[in-house]
């Protein structure tokens, strides 16, 4: 039977204990980075979250700004908003810190496709955040001040605002992960590209369904979430063709058309 590939030039392995200290060794590594980050914007901590805040500030009427109503929210908003910003900067580190931890355990051939997918969940993450950022916060945004009753001025607390885009950021992040998640699931073997295709009408509707409880109640935000998660199903069903794992009768067919 074949065994892991283990990378320690041993091919033995290691005790639970080294395993233990192995991971402690790598989170320890993964602070120092983030740490390190942080110390780095947290000089510009203000000027990232006038970045952050542009899209509500530009729809904001004439005369209205964002306030702080806690005595401490104007130095500790931007501060967590920097060090949320270094752990998403430094997060290909925090990935490849991972993939050294388990990648000695995999088989040969569970690295070839582990790998890719892995480089391609950080840039879905990320672009999952550009468009959130980018398309759906002005679209956002302008519904809500549009909204505000006459007689009302809207002014955002800064650190309610804070918590609403981290949400969204991380939501839009996590829901650009479809492609990675039927790919693994074709690739695993749980659910053939046949069943998964099959269960399309039930992907449109989860879209939706997501788009309705993430963004707020207007169509035009709703769909601009739902749709490029469809997308995004339909581009997993593509790349898994690349994944697809090797049925046991065609192996044995291949061993016996090789046998003298």
């Known amino acids: 039977m074949a065994q892991p590939d283990f990378d320690d030039g041993g091919g033995l392995e290691q ?42 500030v530009e729809h904001m009427p004439a005369g209205s700004q964002m306030i702080a109503t806690g005595v401490a929210s104007p130095f500790f908003a931007p501060f967590k908003l920097a060090l949320v910003v270094s752990v998403f900067a430094s997060m290909p580190f925090i990935l490849h810190q991972a993939w050294a931890f388990i990648a000695p355990g995999l088989y040969r051939h569970e690295k070839r496709f582990a790998l890719p997918l892995l480089v391609a969940s950080i840039l879905l993450f990320y672009g999952g955040m550009a468009f959130a950022y980018f398309l759906v916060f002005p679209v956002i945004f302008q519904f809500m001040i549009m909204t505000t009753p006459p007689g009302v001025t809207m002014m955002t607390d800064i650190t309610q605002y804070l918590d609403f885009v981290l949400a969204l950021f ?84 291949q061993t016996e058309a090789d046998a003298p």
């Open 15 to 56: 005790p639970f204990i080294s395993h233990l200290v192995e991971l402690r060794n790598r989170l320890i590594r993964c602070i120092v980075v983030v740490l390190l980050v942080f110390s780095g914007l947290s000089f510009k901590a203000n000027e990232i979250y006038a970045f952050v805040a542009g899209p509500l």
């Open 170 to 253: 991380f939501a839009f992040g996590v829901s650009f992960e479809v492609p990675i998640a039927t790919i693994l699931l074709v690739a695993t073997g749980i659910m053939t590209r046949e069943n998964i295709a099959d269960k399309r009408p039930y992907a449109v509707v989860l879209a939706f369904v997501v788009g309705m409880v993430l963004t707020p109640p207007d169509v035009v935000s709703q769909t601009m979430l739902a749709v490029p998660i469809w997308m995004l199903f339909e581009l997993g069903l593509v790349f898994s063709r690349l994944f697809v794992p090797k049925s046991v009768s065609a192996i044995e067919d």
